[in-house]
């Protein structure tokens, strides 16, 4: 599994942010796939405290509801030290930013005004 789909688009408020979330989850994934329990839990953790100090106003890891659910699946999985199922935690994780990449957007109304900047971005 790429790890790179992972980390969602870089918001540009918080690029640092949605960096280091890609770095973290990079090491949850390996210590997951190769069977490192404590290496786990202690990247688990990381993504947690990133979340506190991160830009959702939730203080969460992740924004959407998807994410955020797979990902507390994955350490409930890390929390009673099932691996295989922390395994399939980290794919559903992964399976969100797949989706999200292939779901159209929804669509977007026309501005009631004028138009300030056409330089939009849309964030995963």
Do not use: C, W
Request: glycine share 8%; hydrophobic share 40%; net charge positive.
């Amino acid at each position: 599994m790429s790890i790179s789909s992972l980390s969602g688009l870089p918001n540009q408020q918080s690029p640092g942010f949605y960096n280091t979330r890609k770095n973290d989850l990079a090491h949850l994934n390996s210590a997951i796939q190769s069977g490192d329990l404590a290496g786990a839990k202690q990247a688990y953790q990381a993504i947690i405290q990133l979340g506190q100090n991160g830009p959702f106003q939730d203080k969460k890891a992740f924004a959407l509801a998807p994410r955020e659910q797979a990902f507390a699946a994955i350490g409930q999985a890390l929390q009673s030290g099932d691996l295989a199922a922390a395994q399939r935690g980290i794919q559903a994780l992964h399976q969100t930013f797949v989706r999200a990449k292939l779901d159209p957007p929804p669509p977007v109304a026309a501005p009631s005004g004028p138009v300030v900047s056409s330089n939009v971005s849309f964030v995963a």
